[in-house]
């Protein structure tokens, strides 16, 4: 079982694509309302906490990556378990920040890069580059949010659960194989619960913002400045509306519809990806409907007998899904996916997995990374909405209209990924309304294959009138800064260098 969802990393494709997200928001009866913005503003917090000195020290290596360059450094920010308990036990979250460069600081400019479930420990330094010219002015800070990465994180399975579960059907045919895709589910969880304990109930996108606001405290910034990619946009507006007063200049880009819930979800995806495939085959010269007919025939022909591989591994239906869906992140990857479906159609399957293996984080050696364990960890504790089979046999023919290719695997899911969970979710869709909040920019790219470019007027819109500013890219891709419009960079740059707030609805061709 897999949970198939936002990938950030659109710049570091060959390495580190993982992904998935949840929520959205509008009306009253969701959680996180006006009721609890001014609980948590008000909530007071113990000096152990407001009075921490993070002690900054040099970044050491760890079994998923290398230790970073001298400029990087590294600390622990101590936040409550349970923030209805701030007095209470406290976990660590690992931190990370690179100092300004020029005199003329403005403060810290924290980002996450969505998942939910991405490092920031591990992806800041990489990312640097890509935003080189705003540490003039910002110290570039990230962390690894509270069930991710070096802080207390989330681990459901080990190495030789995960390769086991890759075998498993994600477009069930038959009875048994619906159990056994739901029973996967639930072990899954099982997992996440015994390993995990009480951190599974509190791993929330509430529970991350109110730890934003605390770290900006800790940092010495009277308002927050953030830079959120995928469902890193999804947190910047839960931040936003439970605190309004203390937005500095945010940035929201690849952008999270906050009016779906998980079904909603899940056919934005399908539709998303199936653009990015039609834009594809258009590239290559080959009719999209004709394209994506050979495309599905190849998955069901995988379906029903996996392609042999050169490690000697099997390339089943699930790996082959995610090895056509990681080269949709950004066109720089469409050449990847032409070898891998000619090797695939002549009966290799050997780089469909070495595509598949990255997205999961799998190493030669066969171990893999927990970013997709915290995703789902992350997503079921923020997602109430629960299909049953039933409910979703009835979506599916829907989700293959959509998307004849990634259609029936996307609407399975909507039942698999949280079935059974063993922690009840918090909402339907999350409320970001933040009215009182100075302007956010919220960047949408017209070719976004894994948060269609809908959600960005949709975030806008409920956001709240003067404070959501649209800012589109008519581009192809994940996300849409540093992608290569100078326009994008130049407008975003103009924010959040100088406090220059554009027109909404202004378009970078």
Sequence with gaps: MMRFGWCTAWWAAAAVLVAGCSGGSSGDDKAGGSPERSSAAALALPSSLTSQKPDWGRCKATTDSTAPGRDWQ????????????????????????????????????????????SSGVSTMPAYAAVVSSLRERYDLVSWDPRGVGLSKRVRCRDDEEIQASESVDITPDTPAEERAYLQDSSTFGEGCARNAGTLLGHVSTTDTARDMDLLRHVLGDRRTHYFGISYGTELGGVYAHLFPRNVGRVVLDAVVDPSADVVGHRENQARGFQRALNSYLESTGEDPEQGSRRIAALLERIDADPLPTASGRKLTQALAFIGIILPLYGEDGWPALTSALQAAERGDGSELLVLADEYNERDPSGHYGTASHSQRAISCLDDRQRPTVEETRKLLPEFARISPVFGTALGWDTTGSCHDWPVAGQYDTPVVSAPGAAPILVVGNTGDPATPYEGTRRMADELGEGVGVVLTWKGEGHGAYGRGSDCVDATVNAYLLDGKVPEDGKVCS
């Design 74 to 117: 590294c600390a622990t920010l101590r936040v409550p378990l349970d923030w209805a308990k701030p007095d209470g036990e406290t976990i660590g979250l690992a931190l990370i920040r690179a100092r300004a460069r020029g005199e003329n600081r403005i403060g810290s400019l924290l980002f996450n890069f969505g998942g939910p479930g």
